[in-house]
């Protein structure tokens, strides 16, 4: 079983920064890839950022030069630092990791989503 635990939303003012983490344990053999989507009220979810094992990143359009993905292999934890936070950044942040698991008999591939935590950029 897999667990991940996220931190670091808040409420911010336009323009200013905040930083996610995403912490994933259990039985974990290896992760090949880990990222942060996001889901505003009354719209799909998407995409905000990614990470492979190799540390190939992938961001959204709306994100790019303001947010930065990174992460600590070695505390199966990755980040999002977000800058220059705008109003329409308001949203429920979720980290997803794709990981190969540690099971009875042999490896399983994963896919394992986080609780999830609001970020509000508002004056």
């Known amino acids: 079983q897999v667990q991940l635990v996220e931190s670091g939303g808040g409420l911010v003012q336009p323009g200013g920064s905040l930083r996610l983490s995403c912490v994933a344990s259990g039985s974990i053999f290896s992760i090949t890839a880990m990222g942060w989507y996001r889901q505003a009220p009354g719209k799909q979810r998407e995409l905000v950022a990614a990470i492979t094992s190799g540390d190939s990143t992938n961001y959204a359009d709306s994100v790019k030069g303001r947010f930065t993905i990174s992460r600590d292999n070695a505390k199966n934890t990755v980040y999002l630092q977000m800058n220059s936070l705008k109003p329409e950044d308001t949203a429920v942040y979720y980290c997803?990791?794709?990981?190969?698991?540690?099971?009875?008999?042999?490896?399983?591939?994963?896919?394992?989503w986080g609780q999830g935590t609001l970020v509000t950029v508002s004056s």
């Open positions: 997803n990791v794709r990981l190969i698991a540690t099971m009875t008999g042999g490896y399983r591939y994963l896919e394992v």
